[in-house]
């Protein structure tokens, strides 16, 4: 995951907003994704948007888009103790997907 | 969402055993399959790509008689861990797409191997 890049780790309070970054280098990616994992378990998509769209948002998740600076962003409302997992934002550029190192998010109640 | 399915969920295996570890696309079609590895605290690393009739294309440094793939049914993909070794050890999940271009990629549930 060398191409996509995020930070380690995250904690907030419960009922916060939490901000994930990441940023991607090839500009030819078409479509950006976020990923939850939680222990032992496999990914669950939350949510990806296409390159030409600055936005999405779906419930208490908002993404943001800067293409020119290849900036992704999640932002969670109201943050949960269940929301406490790692975040991969991820990137398409043929059809498989390269990953970023993921983020932790620890929710504190 | 879709369902992707893999099994098993957890298997231990002795050096020099063969693990063969099944991904099923429940309630979709999949033309194409994706094999990811992960390491403890690490990122997903893409293994190789299972094409249903079709050889797998595997991502260098990837062993392809380490790790074998077959792809024999728009819903099946399996890897095969040949003479397995601790090295092996890892996270191995697979993913799916319900297009061709795999826009909405859903992943398995993850399949953890421990070679002792």
């Known amino acids: 995951g060398e191409d996509v890049e995020q930070s380690l780790f995250l904690s907030v309070r419960e009922g916060d907003s939490s901000v994930i970054n990441c940023t991607y280098t090839?500009?030819?990616?078409?479509?950006l994704y976020w990923y939850k994992q939680e222990p032992g378990a496999g990914l669950q998509l939350l949510t990806y948007?296409?390159?030409?769209?600055d936005m999405k948002q779906d419930q208490r998740l908002t993404v943001l888009l800067n293409k020119k600076d290849k900036h992704l962003s999640l932002r969670i409302a109201d943050t949960q103790t269940g929301d406490s997992a790692i975040y991969f934002c991820a990137e398409r550029r043929r059809r498989a997907l390269t990953f970023g190192s993921g983020t932790r998010l620890q929710v504190q109640p | 969402g879709a369902v992707v399915s893999q099994h098993p969920s957890r298997v231990i295996c002795k050096s020099g055993t063969s693990v063969k570890i099944e991904c099923r696309s429940l309630?979709?079609?999949?033309?194409?399959m994706f094999w990811y590895r992960q390491f403890p605290k690490q990122s997903l690393m893409l293994m190789a790509t299972?094409?249903?009739?079709?050889?797998?294309?595997?991502e260098q440094g990837v062993e392809k008689d380490k790790f074998l793939i077959n792809h024999a049914s728009l819903t099946l993909s399996t890897l095969t861990v040949t003479s397995a070794h601790p090295e092996d050890s890892s996270f191995y999940i697979c993913?799916?797409?319900?297009?061709?271009?795999?826009?909405?990629?859903?992943f398995g549930q993850g399949t953890r191997l421990t070679v002792v």
């Open positions: 299972s094409n249903e009739g079709s050889k797998a294309t595997y």
């Open positions: 993913s799916a797409g319900k297009t061709i271009m795999n826009t909405e990629a859903f």
């Open positions: 090839d500009s030819s990616s078409t479509y």
């Open positions: 309630d979709f079609q999949a033309t194409t």
């Open positions: 948007i296409f390159s030409n769209m």
